[in-house]
């Protein structure tokens, strides 16, 4: 699966971005599709994902103020992202999963959010 990841930029605190990742492959495919991110000197971290059965999983400090979505015949996962602040500033990376045999995991080349206060 490649995933192609855009829409990230520079905002001030407070603004609002909207992330978006195309998939190679058909989400009725993939089994998880979203997005981590990792800040300078610190391990890379779960924001949000969306799972089979429509399922959501978002890292605590983005809960309330960043929202997943996908369009499953663009094959496209959404993150709109609001109320920013400096230290949601990261490389933001698009990651998806498929489980036949095996579980595969799959990145995307990631896109850089700068929130500047």
């Known amino acids: 699966v490649q995933l192609q990841a855009s829409g990230g930029g520079s905002v001030q605190a407070g603004g609002s971005l909207r992330l978006s990742c195309a998939a190679s492959?058909?989400?009725?495919?993939?089994?998880?599709v979203g997005w981590y991110r990792q800040a300078p000197g610190k391990q890379r971290e779960l924001v949000a994902v969306?799972?089979?059965?429509?399922?959501?999983n978002y890292g605590d400090s983005v809960k309330g103020r960043f929202t997943i979505s996908s369009d499953n015949y663009k094959n496209t996962v959404y993150l709109q992202m609001n109320s920013l602040a400096p230290e949601d500033t990261a490389v933001y990376y698009c990651?998806?999963?498929?489980?036949?045999?095996?579980?595969?995991?799959?990145w995307g080349q990631g896109t850089q959010v700068t929130v500047s206060s």
């Open positions: 990651y998806a999963r498929t489980t036949t045999t095996v579980v595969s995991e799959y």
């Open positions: 492959r058909s989400f009725f495919s993939i089994n998880a």
């Open positions: 969306l799972s089979s059965g429509s399922r959501t």
